[in-house]
T-cell receptor, first 108, second 117 residues
Framework: GQQLNQSPQSMFIQEGEDVSMNCTSS?????WLWYKQDPGEGPVLLIA?????ELTSNGRLTAQFGITRKDSFLNISASIPSDVGIYFC????????FGTGTRLKVLA | DTAVSQTPKYLVTQMGNDKSIKCEQN?????MYWYKQDSKKFLKIMFS???????INETVPNRFSPKSPDKAHLNLHINSLELGDSAVYFC????????????????FGPGTRLTVT
């Protein structure tokens, strides 16, 4: 079935470093949403993208809607310990699918 | 006030038992969902209800039966529990049903960790 692959699967970074992750699909989508799941909690929406090529920021987070509409990217600048968690992408449409997740662990 | 709440938070039970998980949302949303998150943290849709009507029913064993008594509640009943049912189950809601070309933010509950022994 349809799968959204996220890369990297997991990463350890030093506090203060910038982080980049991406989400790729074999299908074209009209929207991309990024969610974050804190340990022991449910996912929470971080950023939503609605247009190919769109670049959107939310504090230290910046997300981009790939021009091919088959991918999306999320960057976190100056990471802090509370950035720990799992980041999921989803087209947020009737496909109801979530990406495989990027597990972020920050070393203080 | 909690937007999407689930009970119980933890559920430990033996194989063969029947159990239920309850979910309530106070956001006034029309659509509710059940997701399963496995040990690898993959999130997979199980069911979706829109205005108390089942609209999504993924390939889930028929031992799982959702019930929506009203728009604000979506419960999940599981019969004859198996070891492979051990997972975290998330309830979620959105303003309306996700449709092609239109997305809505989903609000997730805190999850129910089910352990079958």
């Amino acid at each position: 079935g349809q799968q959204l692959n996220q890369s990297p699967q997991s990463m350890f970074i030093q506090e203060g470093e910038d982080v980049s992750m991406n989400c790729t699909s074999s299908s074209i989508f009209n929207t991309w949403l990024w969610y974050k799941q804190d340990p022991g909690e449910g996912p929470v929406l971080l950023i939503a993208l609605y247009k190919a090529g769109e670049l959107t920021s939310n504090g230290r987070l910046t997300a981009q809607f790939g021009i091919t509409r088959k991918d999306s990217f999320l960057n976190i600048s100056a990471s802090i310990p509370s950035d720990v968690g799992i980041y999921f992408c989803t087209p947020g449409t009737y496909k109801y699918i979530f990406g495989t997740g990027t597990r972020l662990k920050v070393l203080a | 006030d909690t937007a999407v709440s689930q009970t119980p938070k933890y559920l430990v039970t033996q194989m063969g038992n029947d159990k239920s998980i309850k979910c309530e949302q106070n956001l006034g949303h029309d659509t509710m969902y059940w997701y399963k998150q496995d040990s690898k943290k993959f999130l997979k849709i199980m069911f979706s209800y829109n205005n108390k009507e089942l609209i999504i029913n993924e390939t889930v064993p028929n031992r799982f039966s959702p019930k929506s008594p009203d728009k604000a509640h979506l419960n999940l009943h599981i019969n004859s529990l198996e070891l492979g049912d051990s997972a975290v189950y998330f309830c979620a809601s959105s303003q309306a049903a996700l449709i092609a070309g239109r997305s809505y933010e989903q609000y997730f509950g805190p999850g129910t960790r089910l352990t079958v022994t």
